[in-house]
């Protein structure tokens, strides 16, 4: 009697474990129907930047890729340090991704003494776009291309300004660069942010602005200004008429800026692969290909490892220069 009581527990207690089993076994099962909710997007420029306009052209095709809407959430100032910092300190369970970019990942980490994050907080998720950058001229400049301009700057030092989004951003390094291996005086002027930089260009306050394409290219085409010279290694289909910097007489010249995705560091492989391969597809998507030929962004579409090793030489390649040009923001 005693035997088939313990017996009977014993197969009691079997069964409550198998349906435990059973149970944690389903949950996994629901825990894997990753998305199954909204994911949030944190894009740390304002509404109407590149940034935000990629990620909008992207917004509908990450929904039919992912099967969930995709929510951008804005989170300008700082230089992108504000939305890159909330995103460090998002929960890891996917369901938060951060907009990066040269600036962000590989600029302010070393240009700031506390931007409020470390790039090691994040994991990279993908690669998305590279994109040239333009400098133009105010149509009362006496030159039409960068070369007529440096020989004027070269002859007239200090006669020449250019501007940029601000101190330390990537236009300004792009700039710099510039003037150093050119071997010329430009005087750099500062503005807060790509929209202010423009609208100085476009009233003549400025002679020359280093932007990118999506501000500049309407006014280009619009003849309100003049592109001098794009800085990518070759030339673009959107302009192909305007010569690269290198082209231009400054032999080794290249300055490409890039935007991808990360997530809180410790989110699960498996949802990173998951979001990457809705960017992947999203991007080769043919309008979307369509408007990135139009603004000089060329669509990569790379997953974290590429990213990931992108932000590590693109981080020496950046301290240097900021080293060298002695530029810090406290």
């Known amino acids: ?12 207690r079997t ?24 994911i949030t997007l944190l894009v740390p420029q304002p509404v109407g930047g590149d ?16 099967g969930q809407s995709l929510i951008i959430e804005n989170r300008a100032g700082a230089a992108g340090n504000i939305g890159t910092a909330a995103g460090a300190r998002a929960p890891s369970d996917g369901y938060t991704l951060t907009f990066v970019n040269q600036s962000t990942m590989a600029i302010n980490p070393f240009l700031y003494k506390d931007p409020g994050y470390r790039v090691a907080e994040l994991e990279p998720v993908s690669l998305m776009t590279s994109i040239d950058l333009i400098i133009c001229a105010h149509p009362s400049v006496p030159a039409n291309n960068l070369a007529e301009l440096l020989e004027q700057a070269r002859r007239r030092p200090g006669a020449f300004t250019y501007g940029t989004a601000g101190n ?7 700039g710099e660069m510039l003037k150093s291996m050119a071997g010329v005086n ?14 100085g260009a476009l009233g003549g306050e400025i002679s020359t602005v280093v932007a990118f394409p999506l501000a500049a290219l309407p006014h280009i085409r ?25 082209e231009s007489g400054v032999a080794g010249y290249e300055f490409v800026s890039w935007m991808g995705l990360v997530a809180p560091k410790g989110t699960a492989r498996d949802r990173i692969d998951i979001v990457d391969q809705a960017t992947r597809r999203a991007l080769a ?12 962004t060329t669509a990569v579409g790379k997953g974290p490892e590429a990213l990931r090793e992108l932000i590590a030489k693109e981080s020496e390649k950046m301290s240097a220069l900021i080293s060298r040009f002695h530029l810090k923001i406290d």
Request: glycine share 10%.
């Open 1 to 12: 009697m005693n035997i088939d009581t313990r017996g009977r527990r014993q197969a009691l």
């Open 15 to 38: 069964l409550t474990g198998m349906a435990a089993l059973a149970g944690l076994s389903s949950q996994a099962r629901a825990n894997d129907r990753y998305p199954d909710k909204a």
């Open 51 to 66: 940034a935000d306009a990629v990620c909008r052209l992207l917004q509908p095709h990450w929904r039919q890729a992912l």
């Open 168 to 174: 330390g951003s990537a236009n300004h390094l792009a």
């Open 186 to 199: 430009l005087v750099h002027v500062p503005y807060r942010g790509g929209g202010p930089a423009m609208i």
């Open 222 to 246: 619009a003849g309100k200004l003049r592109a001098l010279a794009t800085t990518g290694s070759t030339r673009s289909a959107a302009l192909p008429q305007v010569p690269t910097v290198a």
């Open 285 to 296: 998507e043919p309008d979307v290909r369509q408007r990135f030929a139009e603004g000089m």
